[in-house]
């Protein structure tokens, strides 16, 4: 079964850390870039970050840039998100995805790219208060 | 960055009812958009990616077209279990990807 299983979630005090995991199986996890999406309860979803197969290309949104560090162990088939100098807005369920590859019509021509994430994690809730 | 509008926020309908949601983009983005339905407690799933092509498994009464900056998701034949909240998704400027602000659909 394909899956991803997030944990590391918690209550933490403004300007403190945290680490997320989110370990995958049932698929081949060094095939697939992965990312990280939050969501306040009751709100809309954040991408939050992403990171390439090969960890050669990592990106944040830039409300976490400079806090956030998202990497992977491919031998593992883990994918982390560290977070640093919390704040009160990150508080939120992160969840893990898996980036969904094909080939698919493109302004008529088929094209083989990234067109969504197809495999989710439950979510591991991140709370920031004092 | 690229901004997704959807309208409406919320929608009321009746089991059996052809339903539409829109997804209005700040600029062009071809056809790299996905529609997502959540439900409480509940991470999103995939509906419909590449604007129009309908997921594996995805039930067929769900339907996306549009391209450029206009694009709709409609379910053609309302379903109880279809109440959830809808977003689309766009990944043209990948990985730099942003979310429409979500639909509420809600059964009558």
């Known amino acids: 079964e394909v899956q991803l299983v997030e944990s590391g979630g918690g209550l933490v005090q403004p300007g403190m850390s945290l680490r997320l995991s989110c370990a995958a199986s049932?698929?081949?996890?060094?095939?697939?870039?992965m990312h990280w999406v939050r969501q306040v309860p009751g709100k809309g979803l954040e991408w939050v970050s992403s990171i390439s197969w090969d960890s050669d290309n990592v990106d944040y949104a830039d409300s976490v840039k400079g806090r956030f560090s998202i990497s992977r162990d491919n031998a593992k088939n883990s994918l982390y998100l560290q977070m640093n100098s919390l704040r009160a807005e990150d508080s939120a369920v992160y969840y893990c995805a898996k980036d969904f590859e094909e080939t698919a019509m493109v302004q008529g021509i088929m094209i083989k790219g990234l067109y969504g994430m197809d495999v989710w994690g439950q979510g591991t809730t991140v709370t920031v208060s004092s | 960055d690229i901004q997704l509008t959807q309208s409406p926020s919320f929608l009321s309908a009746s089991v059996g009812d052809r339903v539409t949601i829109t997804c209005r983009a700040s600029?062009?983005?071809?056809?790299?958009l996905a529609w997502y339905q959540q439900k409480p407690g509940k991470a999103p799933n995939l509906l419909i990616y590449a604007a129009s092509t309908l997921q594996s498994g995805v039930p067929s009464r769900f339907s996306g077209s549009g391209s450029g900056t206009q694009f709709t998701l409609t379910i053609s034949s309302l379903q109880p279990e279809d109440s959830a909240i809808y977003y689309c998704q766009q990944l043209h400027s990948y990985p730099f990807i942003t979310f429409g602000q979500g639909t509420r659909l809600e059964i009558k």
């Open positions: 600029q062009d983005i071809t056809s790299y």
């Open positions: 049932g698929f081949t996890f060094d095939d697939h870039a």
